[in-house]
């Protein structure tokens, strides 16, 4: 057990992609928010420089597609475990072909790939939550059982359970994990119900730490071999409660990263980034 958890929020490379300009008006989104399409891109170089210049890691940047208005959530469209890529098959239609970019990018890393290629499954990677010990899978608007047994297949050493989405977008959209063992959860009902039912299927335990704001519950953990714990959060500017829970974490390096406009169309701090560990060939 600890031997296949050392590892842990160990990674290398991140693959993420330029936001189109198309985002603004053509992102699918569960409001009608208006986005400022400016102030996302700022935002999003300042993530992307975060994962460079303050974390070390090699970046993978994919250009924006201005005919697949989302395809900055690139989470969505490939679940990395180990040396293998699962290329999913994202729930909503005018999303499929957001594979194809990461596809290549994946393939260029050498990583083991896997394709979803049957027409009756899907799968966001949004609605995947590994915890170093197994997966968790939101049964979603976006994701279904089928999507779920090919994830199950294509990582055999892990067990996978499926957990109801029964409000947001993805399973992450109200919790994730904030370092081993722990889940990052919201305090809605909702997100509430859900981690009673990860808790009920699991042989493991989990620690919770748990935020006011639902959606401030998706943030990025990391473990770096020259900063320990590392977590990407909400800043106080969006979530001044949650963000002051995340502060309890003493033995984080804890850095707030600004996401307020693409919240707005459904994104959040996971969604922007595919995150690999790369062994170096020896």
Known sequence: MAGLMAGFGNFTHAVVRAIPESLAKDALRMNKFDVDLSKAQREHEL?????????????VELPADESLPDCVFVEDAAVVCGDTALITRPGAESRRKETEAMKKALTDLNLNIVEMTDESASLDGGDVLFTGREFFVGLSKRTNQRGAEILA???KDYAVSTVPVVEGLHLKSFCSMGGPGLIVIGSSEHAQK??????????????????????????????????????????????????????KLKDHMLIPVSNMEKVKVDGALTCCSVLINKRTNV
Not at 51 to 57: A, E, F, I, V
Not at 224 to 234: A, F, R, T, Y
Request: glycine fraction near 2%.
């Open 47 to 59: 993530y992307v420089n975060v994962l460079k210049n303050k974390l070390g890691l090699e970046v």
């Open 194 to 247: 859900a981690l009673k039912i990860m808790q009920q299927m699991s042989d493991h335990r989990y620690d919770k730490l748990t935020v006011p704001d639902d959606i401030a519950a998706n943030c990025i953990y990391m473990n770096l071999p020259s900063k320990g714990h590392v977590l990407l959060h909400c800043t106080p500017e969006e979530f001044p409660e949650s963000a002051k829970v995340f502060e």
């Open 153 to 155: 297949d294509a990582f």
